[in-house]
């Protein structure tokens, strides 16, 4: 999980939603060198899920607010895993947000930004990753205090030769990268000294999930976790 801008340096407004879930992280992007990106369509399968992450080595885990069911996933992770860090992804407006830390959620991020969104975000006190594809995103955005980002859609954006361009002229900005990682890519990534952590899905492939197989969940979150570089 900094969006990740650290809470520290956006403290939240007296009037802004809180995680239900306790204290948030300072950061997210040194939980693990990946965050499973994950979309739900049943709640239930939200725990199992999360144990096999968590037992994997993954601790941090995003839930993206695609289906109707996220934000009671969200819940559920936050009220029976307490080893999981369960965080909110694809985030758009403000409400999402504020529905998103009432739900537990622990840290937030958002495929894009606006003044408005990022105004939500700093206002949650929660890390969070605002998603940025541009360096003239970036500039703005550390311009803005926020020096922890979300770099998406990575592969389609430019990938590892686009952040390494970054590194030297913006050195401040770190990234977590998201968008058509793989197992044989992500270490190109973690590699680069303003990659934090990489999102990912290929730990979760559709038939495991469908099948309910979560120690097959287990075994490729753990094969994750062992990439930190």
């Not at 990534?189 to 969940?217: E, F, H, I, Q």
Request: with cysteine.
């Amino acid at each position: 999980m900094g969006g990740v801008t650290s809470a520290a340096s956006s403290p939240a407004s007296a009037s802004g939603p809180t995680s239900a879930s306790g204290p948030s992280v300072p950061s997210v992007l040194g939980l693990a060198p990946v965050i499973p990106v994950v979309v739900l369509d049943e709640a239930a399968d939200a725990v199992p899920l999360a144990r096999a992450l968590v037992a994997g080595g993954l601790p941090a885990i995003e839930v993206t607010l695609r289906t109707p069911a996220a934000l009671d996933a969200i819940r559920a992770i936050a009220d029976e895993v307490p080893d999981a860090v369960v965080g909110a992804g694809t985030l758009l407006n403000p409400g999402q947000v504020a529905a998103a830390c009432a739900a537990g959620a622990r840290f937030l991020v958002s495929p894009g930004w606006s003044p408005r969104l990022l105004g939500a975000l700093r206002d949650s006190g929660l890390p969070f990753l605002p998603g940025v594809s541009t360096a003239s995103e970036v500039v703005t955005l550390l311009d803005e205090g926020v020096t922890e980002l979300k770099f998406f859609p990575a592969e389609a954006a430019g990938g590892t030769a686009y952040l390494k361009s970054l590194a030297a002229p913006l050195p401040q900005a770190r990234f977590c990268p998201t968008g058509g990682i793989t197992l044989a890519s992500a270490p190109g990534y973690l590699a680069l000294p303003n990659v934090g952590c990489v999102g990912g899905t290929w730990m979760l492939p559709a038939d495991a999930l469908a099948a309910k197989d979560w120690s097959r969940v287990e075994r490729l979150a753990h094969e994750a976790a062992a990439l930190r570089a």
